[in-house]
């Protein structure tokens, strides 16, 4: 990790010694932090905020923890009094991000765009102030830039740097198609911060190329370089492959509270000290203090409880946060929740691999009879293994893994 620095023959206030501190918290990389320190100085000389940049690709409409590690800093830097801009990509993404893939990735229309976005704003909203924020799409200036303004830009970078990008040069060495229009993609990423002309520049590890086209675009431009901040990619539930919806090792940030604060609580002991440097918006001197009294000794459960309370009240509330924590402690007893979803199927005797997919409870009859060979299904409480068991009419209890609940009327 990066180190706050103060140079000897430049010393700076207390505020700019601050506003280091929580830029370099968690963070990948900060370059160059010279250059970051003076605008941090020259912002508080002139009382002219700085702008910060975050470029948002609404590819997906749904956002988990994993993405919240950038808007934590965000927020973070926004409470120092900075504009933060987020900046919907609405060009781009009909260009296509080929970041990190080993395949041309596909482009969405601009209704996909569109609905997408207006879902990010919802959930963003849980994390940054977005009244205080400075939200931009770059079709502003990347429509009317047209084919004259789109080479003129591309004459700006060589073909030999963009095959320098560790993507590019796996799929050319491998024999990969790469489309042309790729190569414009960080050149348009690059120039949203000449047009927005942006201080510092938030991304993912994975964004570095991308980032670092701003600093030069700019520089092409006659502006002053952006600084770039990067963010590590928050390992998901498994503690070993990055956050992702494709892997089912995520947290939803609109997921229920029961459920949320339950994933939070099945993490390692290990992942438990990453997150709170990642997610928590406790001092640092807190966690320190709390990592120091378990290795003391005190219960590692303690300290994750506090960060799945933590998570699951900025996402909800206190209130849900209570009701969450006494809703694991119900079944980690065994105990039954209180809120568990009702069902009426209709169909008895049932079978039972087809009860438990017709109750929302496995995606299919071949799952279900996993689950019970697994020792994974329960109805009232007693455990089954017969998977030719059919139910006769009535209520029932049926519980899958540790999680799973719902009280099925079966007419």
């Not at 948002?56 to 749904?62: E, G, I, V, Y």
């Not at 931009?136 to 789109?150: I, K």
């Not at 964004?207 to 431009?221: A, D, I, P």
């Not at 990642?278 to 000794?297: N, P, T, Y």
Request: glycine content about 8%.
């Amino acid at each position: 990790m990066n180190q706050p620095l103060v140079t000897k023959n430049a010393p700076v206030s207390d505020r700019v010694c601050d506003a280091m501190a929580v830029s370099l918290r968690g963070c990948e990389e900060l370059i160059p932090q010279e250059d970051w320190q003076r605008k941090l100085v020259r912002s508080e000389e002139k009382g002219v905020p700085l702008r910060i940049k975050f470029g948002l690709d609404p590819t997906a409409p749904d956002i988990h923890l994993g993405h919240t590690v950038v808007f934590n800093k965000l927020r973070q830097l926004q409470q120092l009094g900075h504009t933060v801009i987020p900046l919907i990509g609405d060009f781009t993404t009909m260009i296509g991000d080929p970041s990190g893939r080993n395949t041309t990735r596909p482009p969405l229309t601009r209704e996909q765009i569109e609905a997408n976005a207006k879902t990010y704003f919802d959930q963003i909203r849980l994390v940054l102030d977005m009244d205080r924020a400075e939200v931009r799409y770059n079709s502003e200036w990347s429509d009317p830039l047209g084919a004259r303004g789109m080479i003129q830009l591309a004459a700006r970078y060589t073909v030999a740097r963009m095959m320098e990008r560790d993507d590019f040069h796996k799929r050319f060495t491998e024999g990969r198609p790469i489309s042309v229009h790729e190569f414009l993609y960080p050149l348009m990423q690059g120039y949203d911060s000449v047009a927005l002309k942006s201080d510092l520049e938030l991304g993912g590890t994975d964004q570095k190329f991308n980032l670092l086209m701003g600093r030069h675009l700019q520089q092409e431009y006659g502006q002053e370089p952006q600084c770039i901040l990067t963010m590590p990619l928050l390992e998901g539930l498994d503690g070993v492959e990055k956050m992702s919806k494709s892997k089912n090792n995520y947290i939803g940030i609109t997921e229920d509270a029961n459920t949320m604060f339950a994933k939070v609580m099945s993490i390692s002991d290990t992942l438990m000290w990453r997150w709170y440097t990642l997610l928590s918006f406790r001092a640092e001197s807190d966690i320190a203090q709390l990592k120091s009294e378990v290795e003391g000794g005190r219960n590692p459960r303690d300290a994750k409880v506090a960060l799945a309370k933590e998570i699951t009240a900025r996402f909800h509330d206190a209130r849900a946060a209570d009701a969450a924590e006494q809703d694991f402690v119900n079944r980690s007893k065994g105990g039954i929740p209180d809120d568990i979803p009702e069902v009426r199927l209709s169909g008895a005797p049932l079978g039972i691999a087809v009860l438990l997919k017709q109750a929302g409870l496995a995606p299919s009859t071949s799952e279900a009879n996993r689950l019970i060979d697994g020792g994974g299904v329960r109805v009232d409480s007693a455990a089954i293994s017969d998977k030719a068991l059919k139910l006769p009419a009535g209520t029932y209890v049926v519980q899958v893994g540790k999680r799973k609940f719902a009280r099925v009327t079966l007419a």
